[in-house]
């Protein structure tokens, strides 16, 4: 069973930038989702990437503003945060595209 692990988030002033990673264990490569709950909100999707790097979706919300990226000799997809809003503070979860297998979420705050 892949497991995800993530790493990145923390505190940042609104217009500051992040960067958000999670790595699957093994070799075998997935499509990654990434999500994120904020408090009393419904989780939500945030960008996704296929398990080759050449497809990508971004949520309306932060187009423009996040990168997801990829690096397949490290099996670690990346979101790249750039000019948070406090509307952007949330628990982000990285996921395996088409299966019930999450990371266990990192937290983003963003100070305005």
């Known amino acids: 069973q892949v497991q995800l692990v993530q790493s990145g988030g923390g505190l940042v002033q609104a217009g500051g930038s992040l960067l958000l990673s999670c790595a699957a264990s093994?070799?075998?490569?997935?499509?990654i989702n990434w999500h994120r709950q904020a408090p009393g909100r419904e989780r939500e999707f945030v960008a996704s990437i296929s398990k080759t790097g050449e497809n990508t979706r971004y949520a309306d919300s932060i187009l423009d503003r996040f990168t997801i990226s990829r690096d397949n000799a490290k099996n670690t997809v990346y979101l790249q945060m750039n000019g948070l809003k406090p509307d952007d503070a949330a628990i982000y979860y990285c996921k395996v595209d088409g299966r019930d297998v999450w990371g266990k979420g990192t937290l983003v705050t963003v100070s305005s």
């Open positions: 093994g070799r075998t490569m997935y499509g």
